[in-house]
Protein backbone atom coordinates (compact mmCIF):
# COMPACT_ATOMS: atom_id res chain seq x y z
CA UNK A 1 0.00 0.00 0.00
CA UNK A 2 1.29 3.47 -0.93
CA UNK A 3 1.38 5.99 1.82
CA UNK A 4 1.40 9.43 1.57
CA UNK A 5 5.06 9.65 3.11
CA UNK A 6 5.92 13.40 2.83
CA UNK A 7 2.79 13.71 5.33
CA UNK A 8 2.90 10.56 7.06
CA UNK A 9 6.41 10.06 7.41
CA UNK A 10 7.46 13.37 7.78
CA UNK A 11 5.13 14.24 10.83
CA UNK A 12 4.30 12.67 13.58
CA UNK A 13 2.20 15.62 13.62
CA UNK A 14 -0.01 18.87 13.90
CA UNK A 15 -2.79 18.24 16.78
CA UNK A 16 -5.42 20.65 17.40
CA UNK A 17 -8.33 21.15 19.73
CA UNK A 18 -10.63 19.16 17.38
CA UNK A 19 -8.42 15.85 17.27
CA UNK A 20 -10.04 14.26 19.81
CA UNK A 21 -12.93 11.39 19.29
CA UNK A 22 -15.99 12.19 21.04
CA UNK A 23 -19.46 10.10 22.47
CA UNK A 24 -18.01 6.22 22.25
CA UNK A 25 -14.51 7.40 22.57
CA UNK A 26 -13.76 6.85 26.45
CA UNK A 27 -10.27 6.36 26.26
CA UNK A 28 -9.49 10.48 24.44
CA UNK A 29 -7.79 8.22 21.53
CA UNK A 30 -7.10 11.32 18.98
CA UNK A 31 -9.30 10.82 15.83
CA UNK A 32 -6.76 12.29 13.80
CA UNK A 33 -8.68 15.45 12.59
CA UNK A 34 -6.43 17.75 13.16
CA UNK A 35 -2.83 15.55 12.34
CA UNK A 36 -1.40 15.74 9.23
CA UNK A 37 -1.16 11.78 10.00
CA UNK A 38 1.36 9.75 11.75
CA UNK A 39 3.43 7.14 10.89
CA UNK A 40 2.15 3.70 12.06
CA UNK A 41 0.31 0.83 10.31
CA UNK A 42 -3.43 1.76 9.55
CA UNK A 43 -6.29 1.28 11.95
CA UNK A 44 -9.23 -1.32 10.84
CA UNK A 45 -13.16 -1.61 11.90
CA UNK A 46 -12.61 -4.45 13.98
CA UNK A 47 -9.83 -2.67 16.12
CA UNK A 48 -11.65 0.63 16.80
CA UNK A 49 -15.14 -1.54 17.62
CA UNK A 50 -12.80 -3.00 20.53
CA UNK A 51 -12.02 0.05 21.74
CA UNK A 52 -15.33 0.77 22.18
CA UNK A 53 -16.16 3.38 19.67
CA UNK A 54 -19.12 3.91 18.15
CA UNK A 55 -20.35 3.65 14.41
CA UNK A 56 -19.94 7.52 14.48
CA UNK A 57 -16.48 7.58 15.69
CA UNK A 58 -14.96 4.53 14.08
CA UNK A 59 -16.50 5.92 10.88
CA UNK A 60 -14.48 9.67 11.74
CA UNK A 61 -11.18 7.42 12.58
CA UNK A 62 -11.44 5.99 9.63
CA UNK A 63 -12.28 8.44 7.03
CA UNK A 64 -9.86 10.95 9.14
CA UNK A 65 -6.65 8.34 8.78
CA UNK A 66 -7.43 7.52 5.19
CA UNK A 67 -8.29 11.17 4.22
CA UNK A 68 -4.32 11.88 5.66
CA UNK A 69 -2.80 9.08 4.19
CA UNK A 70 -3.91 10.45 0.64
CA UNK A 71 -6.07 7.42 0.15
CA UNK A 72 -9.18 9.47 -0.84
CA UNK A 73 -11.12 6.57 -1.55
CA UNK A 74 -10.87 4.74 1.24
CA UNK A 75 -11.42 8.17 2.64
CA UNK A 76 -14.55 9.06 0.69
CA UNK A 77 -16.20 5.44 1.83
CA UNK A 78 -15.75 6.11 5.33
CA UNK A 79 -17.28 9.78 5.30
CA UNK A 80 -20.20 8.65 3.21
CA UNK A 81 -20.88 5.80 5.87
CA UNK A 82 -20.51 8.47 8.39
CA UNK A 83 -22.92 11.66 7.02
CA UNK A 84 -25.38 8.90 6.05
CA UNK A 85 -25.70 8.16 9.88
CA UNK A 86 -26.91 11.42 10.91
CA UNK A 87 -25.26 14.76 8.34
CA UNK A 88 -28.07 17.03 10.49
CA UNK A 89 -25.41 16.58 13.98
CA UNK A 90 -22.02 15.82 11.81
CA UNK A 91 -19.43 19.10 12.38
CA UNK A 92 -19.61 20.28 8.68
CA UNK A 93 -15.82 20.06 8.48
CA UNK A 94 -16.74 16.38 7.84
CA UNK A 95 -18.85 17.27 5.16
CA UNK A 96 -15.86 19.56 3.53
CA UNK A 97 -13.47 16.48 3.55
CA UNK A 98 -15.58 14.30 1.98
CA UNK A 99 -16.26 16.84 -0.72
CA UNK A 100 -12.46 17.35 -0.90
CA UNK A 101 -11.93 13.66 -0.87
CA UNK A 102 -14.81 13.29 -3.90
CA UNK A 103 -12.93 15.36 -5.85
CA UNK A 104 -9.76 13.61 -5.47
CA UNK A 105 -11.15 10.90 -7.09
CA UNK A 106 -12.91 13.00 -9.98
CA UNK A 107 -16.42 12.62 -8.37
CA UNK A 108 -16.73 15.89 -9.13
CA UNK A 109 -20.96 16.38 -9.24
CA UNK A 110 -21.13 15.00 -5.96
CA UNK A 111 -18.25 16.94 -4.59
CA UNK A 112 -19.94 19.77 -5.66
CA UNK A 113 -22.94 18.80 -3.72
CA UNK A 114 -21.14 18.26 -0.42
CA UNK A 115 -19.34 21.38 -0.94
CA UNK A 116 -22.68 23.57 -1.38
CA UNK A 117 -23.94 22.15 1.62
CA UNK A 118 -20.86 22.43 3.99
CA UNK A 119 -20.95 26.48 2.53
CA UNK A 120 -24.80 26.42 3.93
CA UNK A 121 -23.58 24.59 7.38
CA UNK A 122 -20.95 27.19 7.94
CA UNK A 123 -21.33 30.35 6.19
CA UNK A 124 -18.38 32.46 7.78
CA UNK A 125 -16.09 29.61 7.41
CA UNK A 126 -13.33 31.29 5.11
CA UNK A 127 -13.33 28.20 2.60
CA UNK A 128 -17.11 28.41 1.97
CA UNK A 129 -16.93 31.78 1.38
CA UNK A 130 -13.63 31.61 -0.94
CA UNK A 131 -15.97 28.87 -2.54
CA UNK A 132 -19.20 31.09 -2.93
CA UNK A 133 -16.77 33.92 -4.85
CA UNK A 134 -16.67 31.84 -8.16
CA UNK A 135 -18.43 28.18 -7.96
CA UNK A 136 -17.05 28.01 -11.97
CA UNK A 137 -13.49 28.00 -10.40
CA UNK A 138 -13.02 24.04 -10.96
CA UNK A 139 -13.56 24.41 -14.83
CA UNK A 140 -11.37 27.27 -15.00
CA UNK A 141 -8.52 25.66 -13.12
CA UNK A 142 -8.35 22.38 -15.18
CA UNK A 143 -7.93 24.46 -17.97
CA UNK A 144 -4.27 23.73 -18.24
CA UNK A 145 -2.39 26.66 -18.32
CA UNK A 146 0.13 28.00 -20.83
CA UNK A 147 2.44 28.77 -18.65
CA UNK A 148 4.27 26.03 -17.47
CA UNK A 149 5.32 22.40 -18.64
CA UNK A 150 6.12 19.93 -15.94
CA UNK A 151 8.58 16.55 -16.26
CA UNK A 152 8.87 13.66 -14.13
CA UNK A 153 12.57 13.23 -12.61
CA UNK A 154 12.47 10.06 -13.27
CA UNK A 155 16.00 9.65 -12.82
CA UNK A 156 16.14 11.20 -9.27
CA UNK A 157 12.82 9.62 -7.88
CA UNK A 158 12.77 6.37 -6.00
CA UNK A 159 9.75 3.88 -5.40
CA UNK A 160 9.47 5.61 -2.36
CA UNK A 161 8.33 9.02 -1.49
CA UNK A 162 10.72 12.03 -2.72
CA UNK A 163 9.67 15.23 -2.03
CA UNK A 164 10.51 18.81 -0.87
CA UNK A 165 13.45 19.43 -2.55
CA UNK A 166 14.73 22.69 -2.07
CA UNK A 167 17.78 25.28 -3.59
CA UNK A 168 21.33 24.51 -2.42
CA UNK A 169 24.26 25.85 -4.32
CA UNK A 170 24.94 23.91 -7.56
CA UNK A 171 22.42 21.38 -6.33
CA UNK A 172 18.70 20.31 -5.26
CA UNK A 173 18.28 18.93 -1.86
CA UNK A 174 14.91 16.84 -0.92
CA UNK A 175 13.59 14.50 1.54
CA UNK A 176 13.26 10.60 0.94
CA UNK A 177 12.36 7.49 2.21
CA UNK A 178 14.14 5.23 -0.06
CA UNK A 179 16.52 3.91 2.82
CA UNK A 180 14.08 1.96 4.06
CA UNK A 181 14.51 2.70 7.67
CA UNK A 182 12.19 1.29 9.47
CA UNK A 183 11.84 0.32 13.53
CA UNK A 184 9.30 -2.20 15.47
CA UNK A 185 7.19 0.79 16.13
CA UNK A 186 5.94 1.49 12.26
CA UNK A 187 6.74 -0.42 8.99
CA UNK A 188 7.15 2.78 7.24
CA UNK A 189 10.66 4.16 6.20
CA UNK A 190 12.18 7.22 8.09
CA UNK A 191 13.00 10.27 6.10
CA UNK A 192 16.67 11.41 5.31
CA UNK A 193 18.09 13.81 2.98
CA UNK A 194 19.21 13.39 -0.34
CA UNK A 195 21.27 15.81 -3.10
CA UNK A 196 21.32 15.86 -6.62
CA UNK A 197 23.02 18.35 -9.07
CA UNK A 198 20.52 20.58 -10.49
CA UNK A 199 20.39 20.61 -14.14
CA UNK A 200 20.77 24.08 -15.38
CA UNK A 201 24.35 23.05 -13.81
CA UNK A 202 24.46 20.17 -15.84
CA UNK A 203 22.55 16.62 -15.78
CA UNK A 204 21.32 15.00 -12.73
CA UNK A 205 24.06 13.07 -10.77
CA UNK A 206 23.08 10.18 -8.64
CA UNK A 207 21.18 11.45 -5.48
CA UNK A 208 23.30 10.75 -2.85
CA UNK A 209 22.66 11.21 1.26
CA UNK A 210 23.30 14.80 2.08
CA UNK A 211 24.67 15.35 4.51
CA UNK A 212 26.15 12.21 6.60
CA UNK A 213 26.15 14.13 10.27
CA UNK A 214 22.54 15.38 10.03
CA UNK A 215 21.34 11.46 9.41
CA UNK A 216 19.68 10.38 12.60
CA UNK A 217 17.03 7.78 13.68
CA UNK A 218 13.93 10.66 13.31
CA UNK A 219 12.99 12.04 10.16
CA UNK A 220 14.90 15.00 8.32
CA UNK A 221 12.93 16.42 5.89
CA UNK A 222 12.32 20.31 4.41
CA UNK A 223 15.47 21.84 4.18
CA UNK A 224 15.88 26.00 3.65
CA UNK A 225 19.84 27.35 3.01
CA UNK A 226 21.03 30.51 3.42
CA UNK A 227 22.40 32.34 0.56
CA UNK A 228 25.83 31.98 1.20
CA UNK A 229 25.18 28.36 1.61
CA UNK A 230 26.84 28.19 5.02
CA UNK A 231 23.01 27.99 7.69
CA UNK A 232 20.69 25.57 6.86
CA UNK A 233 16.94 25.14 8.60
CA UNK A 234 15.37 21.75 8.81
CA UNK A 235 12.57 19.77 10.12
CA UNK A 236 13.03 16.81 12.39
CA UNK A 237 10.68 15.28 14.89
CA UNK A 238 11.01 15.98 18.42
CA UNK A 239 14.64 14.18 19.04
CA UNK A 240 16.80 14.23 22.37
CA UNK A 241 19.30 11.84 23.56
CA UNK A 242 19.01 9.84 20.71
CA UNK A 243 15.20 8.81 20.76
CA UNK A 244 12.34 10.67 19.86
CA UNK A 245 10.37 12.46 22.69
CA UNK A 246 6.95 11.67 22.53
CA UNK A 247 3.81 12.81 24.58
CA UNK A 248 1.08 11.05 26.36
CA UNK A 249 -0.48 9.91 23.03
CA UNK A 250 2.85 8.60 21.53
CA UNK A 251 2.92 11.55 18.85
CA UNK A 252 6.73 13.12 18.36
CA UNK A 253 6.01 16.33 17.14
CA UNK A 254 7.90 18.69 14.36
CA UNK A 255 10.24 21.16 15.31
CA UNK A 256 12.82 23.29 13.01
CA UNK A 257 16.54 22.71 13.91
CA UNK A 258 19.54 25.29 12.56
CA UNK A 259 22.12 23.78 11.88
CA UNK A 260 25.26 25.40 10.06
CA UNK A 261 28.75 24.71 7.75
CA UNK A 262 31.96 24.91 9.22
CA UNK A 263 35.03 22.87 8.39
CA UNK A 264 33.24 20.94 5.98
CA UNK A 265 30.77 19.23 8.34
CA UNK A 266 27.33 20.41 9.66
CA UNK A 267 27.58 21.06 13.04
CA UNK A 268 26.29 23.11 15.93
CA UNK A 269 22.44 21.97 15.37
CA UNK A 270 19.91 23.59 17.94
CA UNK A 271 16.48 23.68 18.46
CA UNK A 272 14.47 27.02 17.90
CA UNK A 273 13.42 28.94 20.42
CA UNK A 274 9.40 28.95 19.23
CA UNK A 275 9.24 25.08 19.05
CA UNK A 276 7.18 23.56 22.05
CA UNK A 277 6.46 19.80 22.77
CA UNK A 278 2.87 20.83 22.79
CA UNK A 279 2.48 21.39 18.79
CA UNK A 280 4.57 21.21 15.95
CA UNK A 281 6.47 23.88 13.65
CA UNK A 282 8.12 22.56 10.36
CA UNK A 283 8.89 23.55 6.84
CA UNK A 284 11.13 26.69 7.17
CA UNK A 285 11.64 29.01 4.02
CA UNK A 286 13.90 31.74 4.73
CA UNK A 287 13.52 35.04 2.37
CA UNK A 288 15.99 36.29 0.39
CA UNK A 289 18.42 38.29 2.38
CA UNK A 290 17.90 35.66 5.19
CA UNK A 291 15.85 38.12 8.07
CA UNK A 292 12.67 36.20 7.87
CA UNK A 293 11.93 32.57 8.24
CA UNK A 294 8.42 31.26 7.37
CA UNK A 295 7.06 27.89 8.32
CA UNK A 296 3.88 26.19 9.26
CA UNK A 297 2.57 25.35 12.62
CA UNK A 298 -0.63 24.63 14.65
CA UNK A 299 0.85 26.84 18.06
CA UNK A 300 -1.68 28.82 19.42
CA UNK A 301 -3.19 31.19 17.47
CA UNK A 302 -3.46 29.52 14.19
CA UNK A 303 -7.07 29.59 11.96
CA UNK A 304 -7.03 25.57 10.94
CA UNK A 305 -4.97 22.31 11.69
CA UNK A 306 -1.64 23.95 10.36
CA UNK A 307 -1.22 27.93 9.71
CA UNK A 308 1.71 29.61 7.81
CA UNK A 309 3.83 31.75 10.13
CA UNK A 310 6.64 34.30 9.52
CA UNK A 311 9.11 35.04 12.17
CA UNK A 312 11.93 38.05 12.03
CA UNK A 313 15.47 36.39 12.41
CA UNK A 314 17.70 39.12 14.22
CA UNK A 315 21.46 40.04 13.27
CA UNK A 316 22.54 38.39 15.89
CA UNK A 317 20.87 35.23 15.43
CA UNK A 318 18.26 35.50 17.55
CA UNK A 319 14.58 35.28 17.06
CA UNK A 320 11.63 37.69 16.80
CA UNK A 321 7.74 36.55 17.66
CA UNK A 322 5.84 34.33 15.00
CA UNK A 323 3.25 35.82 13.17
CA UNK A 324 0.43 34.01 11.63
CA UNK A 325 0.03 35.27 8.13
CA UNK A 326 -3.68 35.94 8.85
CA UNK A 327 -7.02 34.60 6.91
CA UNK A 328 -5.82 36.28 3.73
CA UNK A 329 -3.42 33.01 3.34
CA UNK A 330 -4.68 30.63 6.60
CA UNK A 331 -8.26 28.96 6.33
CA UNK A 332 -9.72 26.44 8.78
CA UNK A 333 -7.97 23.46 6.79
CA UNK A 334 -3.97 23.10 6.09
CA UNK A 335 -1.60 25.34 4.74
CA UNK A 336 2.05 24.26 4.53
CA UNK A 337 5.23 23.78 2.36
CA UNK A 338 6.27 27.61 2.15
CA UNK A 339 8.89 29.17 -0.30
CA UNK A 340 9.38 32.49 -0.63
CA UNK A 341 10.84 33.70 -3.93
CA UNK A 342 13.96 36.64 -4.42
CA UNK A 343 10.68 39.18 -5.52
CA UNK A 344 8.37 38.30 -2.38
CA UNK A 345 5.87 35.72 -4.34
CA UNK A 346 4.91 32.98 -1.60
CA UNK A 347 4.69 29.53 -2.82
CA UNK A 348 2.42 26.99 -0.35
CA UNK A 349 0.20 24.20 -0.11
CA UNK A 350 -3.12 24.26 0.84
CA UNK A 351 -6.52 21.99 0.79
CA UNK A 352 -8.77 24.99 2.02
CA UNK A 353 -8.58 27.43 -0.44
CA UNK A 354 -10.50 26.14 -3.61
CA UNK A 355 -8.50 23.57 -5.53
CA UNK A 356 -8.68 20.53 -8.04
CA UNK A 357 -8.39 17.95 -4.89
CA UNK A 358 -6.19 16.87 -2.04
CA UNK A 359 -3.48 19.54 -1.80
CA UNK A 360 -3.21 22.28 -4.30
CA UNK A 361 -0.41 24.68 -5.09
CA UNK A 362 -1.28 28.20 -4.23
CA UNK A 363 1.14 32.05 -4.86
CA UNK A 364 0.62 35.19 -3.44
CA UNK A 365 3.06 38.69 -3.39
CA UNK A 366 3.44 39.73 -0.33
CA UNK A 367 4.69 43.03 -1.57
CA UNK A 368 1.92 44.22 -3.81
CA UNK A 369 -0.71 42.53 -1.37
CA UNK A 370 -2.24 40.63 -4.24
CA UNK A 371 -4.64 38.18 -4.52
CA UNK A 372 -4.12 34.03 -3.38
CA UNK A 373 -3.86 31.99 -6.84
CA UNK A 374 -4.44 28.73 -7.63
CA UNK A 375 -1.17 27.68 -9.99
CA UNK A 376 -3.91 25.25 -11.75
CA UNK A 377 -3.14 22.24 -14.11
CA UNK A 378 -1.03 21.17 -14.91
CA UNK A 379 1.04 22.17 -12.01
CA UNK A 380 -1.86 21.35 -9.60
CA UNK A 381 -4.15 17.52 -10.13
CA UNK A 382 -7.07 15.90 -8.27
CA UNK A 383 -4.18 14.57 -5.87
CA UNK A 384 -1.81 16.25 -3.75
CA UNK A 385 0.45 18.94 -4.65
CA UNK A 386 2.60 20.58 -2.42
CA UNK A 387 6.37 21.79 -1.77
CA UNK A 388 7.31 23.91 -4.54
CA UNK A 389 10.38 26.18 -5.11
CA UNK A 390 10.75 28.42 -7.90
CA UNK A 391 14.36 30.19 -9.37
CA UNK A 392 12.83 33.40 -10.59
CA UNK A 393 15.81 34.15 -12.36
CA UNK A 394 15.81 30.85 -14.60
CA UNK A 395 12.50 30.47 -14.77
CA UNK A 396 12.44 27.33 -13.29
CA UNK A 397 10.90 24.94 -10.29
CA UNK A 398 10.53 22.05 -8.53
CA UNK A 399 7.83 20.27 -6.68
CA UNK A 400 6.22 17.28 -5.73
CA UNK A 401 2.95 15.25 -6.33
CA UNK A 402 1.73 11.49 -5.58
CA UNK A 403 -0.62 12.30 -8.88
CA UNK A 404 -1.03 9.36 -11.32
CA UNK A 405 1.60 7.82 -13.36
CA UNK A 406 5.00 8.46 -10.97
CA UNK A 407 7.96 6.47 -9.71
CA UNK A 408 6.63 6.17 -6.47
CA UNK A 409 3.94 7.58 -3.67
CA UNK A 410 5.38 10.73 -4.00
CA UNK A 411 7.90 12.31 -6.79
CA UNK A 412 9.75 15.67 -7.61
CA UNK A 413 8.64 17.07 -10.93
CA UNK A 414 10.65 19.94 -12.37
CA UNK A 415 8.84 22.76 -13.60
CA UNK A 416 9.60 24.95 -16.72
CA UNK A 417 8.23 28.28 -18.71
CA UNK A 418 6.63 27.64 -21.75
CA UNK A 419 8.84 28.80 -24.42
CA UNK A 420 7.33 27.81 -27.74
CA UNK A 421 3.78 26.46 -29.00
CA UNK A 422 2.77 24.47 -31.92
CA UNK A 423 0.37 25.41 -34.23
CA UNK A 424 -1.93 22.94 -35.60
CA UNK A 425 -4.50 23.45 -38.08
CA UNK A 426 -7.57 20.85 -39.55
CA UNK A 427 -11.32 20.34 -39.82
CA UNK A 428 -14.26 18.84 -37.74
CA UNK A 429 -16.12 16.61 -40.22
CA UNK A 430 -19.22 14.18 -40.17
CA UNK A 431 -18.02 10.58 -40.07
CA UNK A 432 -21.17 9.83 -42.45
CA UNK A 433 -21.04 12.35 -44.93
CA UNK A 434 -17.78 13.70 -44.25
CA UNK A 435 -19.20 17.23 -44.78
CA UNK A 436 -17.36 19.91 -42.59
CA UNK A 437 -19.01 20.90 -39.72
CA UNK A 438 -19.22 24.77 -38.22
CA UNK A 439 -19.03 25.94 -34.26
CA UNK A 440 -17.24 22.71 -32.62
CA UNK A 441 -15.05 23.18 -29.42
CA UNK A 442 -11.86 21.91 -30.16
CA UNK A 443 -9.75 21.09 -27.08
CA UNK A 444 -6.36 20.13 -26.61
CA UNK A 445 -5.88 17.89 -23.77
CA UNK A 446 -2.84 16.90 -22.20
CA UNK A 447 -2.45 13.02 -21.07
CA UNK A 448 -3.96 13.46 -17.40
CA UNK A 449 -7.02 15.02 -18.88
CA UNK A 450 -6.24 18.66 -18.72
CA UNK A 451 -6.82 21.16 -21.07
CA UNK A 452 -3.99 22.28 -22.99
CA UNK A 453 -5.59 24.63 -25.33
CA UNK A 454 -8.73 25.44 -26.99
CA UNK A 455 -11.02 27.09 -29.95
CA UNK A 456 -13.96 26.53 -32.04
CA UNK A 457 -14.40 25.78 -36.20
CA UNK A 458 -15.37 28.71 -38.26
CA UNK A 459 -18.38 28.06 -40.62
CA UNK A 460 -16.08 26.10 -42.90
CA UNK A 461 -15.28 23.53 -39.81
CA UNK A 462 -11.98 24.62 -39.91
CA UNK A 463 -9.97 25.36 -36.93
CA UNK A 464 -6.65 26.21 -35.74
CA UNK A 465 -4.76 25.30 -32.07
CA UNK A 466 -2.08 26.44 -30.00
CA UNK A 467 -0.04 23.46 -27.99
CA UNK A 468 2.72 24.07 -25.82
CA UNK A 469 5.41 22.14 -27.54
CA UNK A 470 6.55 20.49 -24.71
CA UNK A 471 4.22 18.07 -24.82
CA UNK A 472 4.83 15.53 -26.29
CA UNK A 473 1.86 12.76 -26.36
CA UNK A 474 -1.69 14.65 -26.43
CA UNK A 475 -4.82 14.50 -27.82
CA UNK A 476 -7.48 17.08 -29.86
CA UNK A 477 -10.93 16.64 -29.28
CA UNK A 478 -13.74 17.87 -30.53
CA UNK A 479 -17.86 18.47 -29.47
CA UNK A 480 -20.42 19.42 -30.78
CA UNK A 481 -24.47 19.10 -29.46
CA UNK A 482 -26.23 16.03 -31.30
CA UNK A 483 -22.60 14.07 -31.88
CA UNK A 484 -20.46 11.98 -30.02
CA UNK A 485 -16.90 13.29 -28.51
CA UNK A 486 -14.31 12.69 -31.53
CA UNK A 487 -10.64 12.15 -30.45
CA UNK A 488 -7.34 12.47 -32.79
CA UNK A 489 -4.39 11.25 -30.57
CA UNK A 490 -1.25 13.28 -31.66
CA UNK A 491 2.64 12.60 -31.21
CA UNK A 492 4.84 15.53 -31.96
CA UNK A 493 8.52 16.64 -31.45
CA UNK A 494 9.74 19.79 -30.11
CA UNK A 495 10.91 20.69 -33.39
CA UNK A 496 7.10 20.31 -35.20
CA UNK A 497 6.21 23.84 -35.06
CA UNK A 498 3.20 24.11 -37.31
CA UNK A 499 1.07 20.80 -38.10
CA UNK A 500 -1.97 20.99 -41.04
CA UNK A 501 -4.71 18.63 -41.86
CA UNK A 502 -5.39 17.47 -38.32
CA UNK A 503 -8.79 15.77 -39.14
CA UNK A 504 -11.09 15.21 -36.48
CA UNK A 505 -14.51 12.86 -36.93
CA UNK A 506 -17.39 13.07 -35.34
CA UNK A 507 -20.58 10.76 -35.41
CA UNK A 508 -23.65 11.50 -34.99
CA UNK A 509 -25.21 10.52 -31.50
CA UNK A 510 -27.91 8.40 -33.00
CA UNK A 511 -25.96 6.50 -35.46
CA UNK A 512 -23.15 5.46 -32.45
CA UNK A 513 -23.16 1.39 -32.59
CA UNK A 514 -25.11 -0.18 -30.06
CA UNK A 515 -25.07 -4.06 -29.46
CA UNK A 516 -29.16 -4.77 -30.45
CA UNK A 517 -29.58 -2.24 -32.52
CA UNK A 518 -31.04 -2.23 -35.97
CA UNK A 519 -29.88 -0.29 -38.58
CA UNK A 520 -32.65 -0.15 -40.36
CA UNK A 521 -33.67 2.45 -38.43
CA UNK A 522 -30.19 3.79 -37.09
CA UNK A 523 -29.76 4.63 -40.22
CA UNK A 524 -33.23 5.79 -41.29
CA UNK A 525 -33.33 3.27 -44.14
CA UNK A 526 -35.99 1.88 -46.36
CA UNK A 527 -37.07 -1.59 -44.81
CA UNK A 528 -35.51 -4.11 -47.63
CA UNK A 529 -38.06 -6.05 -48.64
CA UNK A 530 -38.43 -8.92 -50.96
CA UNK A 531 -41.03 -10.27 -53.47
CA UNK A 532 -43.51 -13.82 -52.80
CA UNK A 533 -41.43 -16.91 -52.68
CA UNK A 534 -38.32 -14.88 -54.04
CA UNK A 535 -34.70 -14.65 -52.22
CA UNK A 536 -33.10 -12.38 -54.91
CA UNK A 537 -32.23 -8.61 -53.95
CA UNK A 538 -34.95 -6.17 -55.43
CA UNK A 539 -33.67 -3.05 -57.01
CA UNK A 540 -35.30 -0.91 -54.27
CA UNK A 541 -32.81 -2.69 -51.66
CA UNK A 542 -29.61 -1.82 -53.41
CA UNK A 543 -29.60 2.04 -52.40
CA UNK A 544 -30.08 1.10 -48.73
CA UNK A 545 -27.78 -2.17 -48.72
CA UNK A 546 -25.00 0.36 -50.04
CA UNK A 547 -25.50 2.48 -46.71
CA UNK A 548 -25.00 -0.32 -44.17
CA UNK A 549 -21.68 -1.17 -46.06
CA UNK A 550 -20.72 2.83 -46.05
CA UNK A 551 -21.51 2.32 -42.28
CA UNK A 552 -19.53 -0.87 -41.50
CA UNK A 553 -16.62 0.85 -43.62
CA UNK A 554 -16.32 3.70 -41.56
CA UNK A 555 -16.70 1.55 -38.34
CA UNK A 556 -14.38 -0.74 -39.05
CA UNK A 557 -14.73 -2.26 -35.42
CA UNK A 558 -18.70 -2.90 -36.14
CA UNK A 559 -20.28 -6.48 -36.84
CA UNK A 560 -23.39 -7.16 -38.13
CA UNK A 561 -25.96 -9.78 -38.09
CA UNK A 562 -28.35 -10.08 -40.74
CA UNK A 563 -31.69 -11.38 -40.36
CA UNK A 564 -34.27 -12.44 -42.74
CA UNK A 565 -37.56 -12.87 -42.21
CA UNK A 566 -41.02 -14.43 -44.51
CA UNK A 567 -44.22 -13.58 -43.93
CA UNK A 568 -46.86 -16.41 -42.93
CA UNK A 569 -47.85 -17.85 -45.86
CA UNK A 570 -46.36 -20.99 -47.43
CA UNK A 571 -45.28 -23.94 -44.89
CA UNK A 572 -43.26 -23.11 -41.95
CA UNK A 573 -40.18 -25.29 -42.86
CA UNK A 574 -40.59 -23.95 -46.58
CA UNK A 575 -40.05 -20.34 -45.08
CA UNK A 576 -37.22 -20.88 -42.97
CA UNK A 577 -35.22 -22.26 -45.74
CA UNK A 578 -36.57 -18.79 -47.98
CA UNK A 579 -35.74 -16.52 -45.19
CA UNK A 580 -32.23 -18.82 -45.06
CA UNK A 581 -31.60 -18.17 -48.84
CA UNK A 582 -32.80 -14.05 -48.43
CA UNK A 583 -30.20 -14.00 -45.40
CA UNK A 584 -27.30 -15.58 -47.35
CA UNK A 585 -28.00 -13.40 -50.76
CA UNK A 586 -28.00 -10.27 -48.82
CA UNK A 587 -24.53 -11.43 -47.14
CA UNK A 588 -23.10 -12.14 -50.13
CA UNK A 589 -23.60 -8.80 -51.65
CA UNK A 590 -22.45 -6.93 -48.46
CA UNK A 591 -19.18 -9.09 -48.73
CA UNK A 592 -19.22 -8.25 -52.81
CA UNK A 593 -19.32 -4.48 -51.60
CA UNK A 594 -15.44 -4.71 -49.40
CA UNK A 595 -16.79 -5.98 -46.27
CA UNK A 596 -14.90 -8.75 -44.24
CA UNK A 597 -16.62 -11.71 -44.26
CA UNK A 598 -15.44 -12.50 -40.49
CA UNK A 599 -18.14 -8.97 -39.43
CA UNK A 600 -20.93 -10.07 -41.43
CA UNK A 601 -23.25 -13.20 -40.69
CA UNK A 602 -26.91 -13.94 -41.79
CA UNK A 603 -29.45 -15.77 -40.45
CA UNK A 604 -33.38 -17.50 -41.38
CA UNK A 605 -35.87 -16.82 -39.61
CA UNK A 606 -38.72 -18.01 -41.10
CA UNK A 607 -42.41 -16.96 -39.86
CA UNK A 608 -41.04 -17.00 -36.16
CA UNK A 609 -40.90 -13.29 -35.65
CA UNK A 610 -43.87 -11.89 -37.55
CA UNK A 611 -44.10 -8.12 -36.43
CA UNK A 612 -48.13 -8.08 -36.78
CA UNK A 613 -51.31 -10.41 -36.43
CA UNK A 614 -50.61 -11.71 -39.86
CA UNK A 615 -49.97 -15.11 -38.35
CA UNK A 616 -51.06 -18.77 -40.00
CA UNK A 617 -55.14 -18.98 -40.82
CA UNK A 618 -55.27 -15.07 -40.15
CA UNK A 619 -56.88 -13.37 -42.93
CA UNK A 620 -54.45 -10.14 -43.90
CA UNK A 621 -53.63 -8.27 -46.43
CA UNK A 622 -51.12 -8.12 -49.56
CA UNK A 623 -49.65 -4.69 -47.38
CA UNK A 624 -49.41 -6.83 -43.81
CA UNK A 625 -47.88 -9.60 -45.55
CA UNK A 626 -45.02 -7.49 -47.24
CA UNK A 627 -44.59 -6.10 -43.50
CA UNK A 628 -43.05 -9.49 -42.42
CA UNK A 629 -41.20 -10.13 -45.60
CA UNK A 630 -37.92 -7.67 -44.44
CA UNK A 631 -34.20 -8.19 -43.41
CA UNK A 632 -32.85 -6.78 -40.51
CA UNK A 633 -29.05 -5.67 -39.71
CA UNK A 634 -28.68 -6.31 -35.80
CA UNK A 635 -24.98 -4.18 -34.76
CA UNK A 636 -23.33 -7.57 -32.80
CA UNK A 637 -20.48 -8.06 -30.72
Avoid at 248 to 273: A, C, H, M, Q
Avoid at 330 to 345: C, D, L, Q
Avoid at 431 to 438: A, H, I, V
Amino acid sequence: MKIKTSIILLSFLFVTTLCFAQNGNKKGLPDNFGHYAYMGNASTYEELSKKGMSDEDICKNLGNEAYLRAKYDEASYWYAKLLELNSSTIEPDYMYRYAQSLKSIKNYKDSEVWMKKFKKAKKNDVRAQNYNKDESYFDKLMTASNEYTIENLSSVNSKESDFAPSFYNEFLVFSTGRDLETTDRSATPYLNLYKTTRPEKGQYSTATAFPEELKSVANESSTTFSKDGNIMYFTRNNYKKGSFNRDKNGISRLKIYRSTFKDGVWGNIEDLPFNSDLYSVAHPALNEDGTILYFSSDMPGNLGASDIFKVAINSDGSFGTPENLGSKINTESKETFPFISESGVLYFASDGHPGLGGLDIFSVNLKSQGAVKNLGNPINSPNDDFSMIFDEETNSGFFASNRSGGVGGDDIYALKTIDCMVTITGTAVDKDTEQPLPFVTVNGKNISGGNIGETTTDEQGNYSIEIPCQESQYSITANLNGYEEGSLFMFTTPDEKNIKDARVVLEESSKVAVIGADLVKVLKLAPIYFDLNSSYLREDAFENLDKVVDYMLKRPKVKVEIGSHTDSREEDNYNLWLSDRRAKRTVAYIISAGIDENRISGKGYGETALINKCSNRVICSDRDHQLNRRSEFILIE
